[in-house]
């Protein structure tokens, strides 16, 4: 099957520090990986870079190349506004705007686009509310702010506003991190139902989520403080949790770390 993510000899810096070396990994469509491993190995770091998000930062830069599709999101020609709706970001904490209503937090990235039509708008905000299972608590209550919904819910929409724009690719950083296990669950349930449409990257630090949603696992690891981190290995997830290829993986899974 063609790669939708193909990711060649990513090496990620802010300013002078480098942060991740030697990146290299494959995505299919339709698949979820996931990254996992101890906090500031670059888990973030990489998933930002998948998307051009890295560079908002002063000084922050990467080398290498990020294929989708075949084509370099880091070509010279490439505008990083397209590249960031074709592949989309939800956050660890859910950020929808919080005065404004449900109905135009989903609909906030196609009106920046210019769409304007209503009965366009209002389709593509129930499509979306659908996608994200969340339209059956919602529907009576578009109107009301975003910011008065539960934090899972708030998850919910805040994935909506992602898949609105029509990506191709979902990045997910920590996405129940903030969430009670309930809520959870339901992200975990919809992350399924995506798939079959999206492609996603998913950071977790919780092995049982990686374990139970993910095709595929990259452990990433930091040999010592100030080294940049690195992906120690990728490959399916059955055999991430039941055979890894390396100790390093094995001692990260079995809890026998650091
Ligand atoms: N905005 C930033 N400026 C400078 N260094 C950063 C920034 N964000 C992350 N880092 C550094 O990059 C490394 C990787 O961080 P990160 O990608 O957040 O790790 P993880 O997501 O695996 O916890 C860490 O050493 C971290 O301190
Ligand atoms: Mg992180």
């Known amino acids: 099957m063609a790669k939708r993510i193909d990711v060649k000899d990513l090496n990620i810096y802010y300013g002078k520090f ?100 209503k009965k366009e708008l209002d389709e593509v905000a129930e499509r979306s509310l659908r996608g ?27 994935i909506a506003r992602a898949i609105a724009v029509s990506p191709d690719v979902l990045l997910m950083d920590e996405p129940c991190s903030a969430l009670d296990p309930i809520s959870t669950l339901a992200i975990e349930d919809l992350i399924t ?8 990257v998913i950071v977790t630090h919780n092995m049982q989520q990686a374990a139970r949603v993910s095709d595929q696992t990259g452990f990433f690891n930091l040999e010592a403080q100030g080294k940049p981190g690195r992906l120690i290995e990728i490959d399916d997830t059955e055999k991430i949790f039941s055979n890894p290829g390396q100790k390093a993986t094995e001692d990260y899974i079995s809890g026998r770390f650091g």
């Not at 209550?141 to 975003?146: E, I, N, S, T």
Request: proline share 6%; with cysteine; net charge positive.
């Open 193 to 200: 139902e995506l798939k079959k449409e999206f492609t996603i």
């Open 132 to 158: 994200a299972n969340l339209w059956n608590e919602v529907k009576d209550r578009l109107d009301k702010p975003g910011g008065g919904l539960s934090g899972g819910q708030q998850q919910r929409l805040c």
């Open 18 to 117: 480098h942060a991740v070396a030697d990146v290299k990994l494959n995505v299919l469509p339709r698949s979820v990986t996931a990254f996992i491993g101890p906090s500031g190995c670059g888990k973030s770091t990489v998933l930002r870079s998948l998307n051009r998000m890295h560079e908002v930062i002063p000084g922050a830069r990467v080398e290498g190349a990020v294929l989708l599709d075949g084509e370099d999101i880091y070509g010279a020609t490439v505008d990083p506004v397209g590249v960031r709706r074709t592949i989309g970001m939800v956050f660890q904490r859910p950020n929808p705007f919080p005065t404004m209503s449900i109905r135009d937090n989903v609909v906030a990235g196609l009106k920046l686009q210019g769409v304007r039509n």
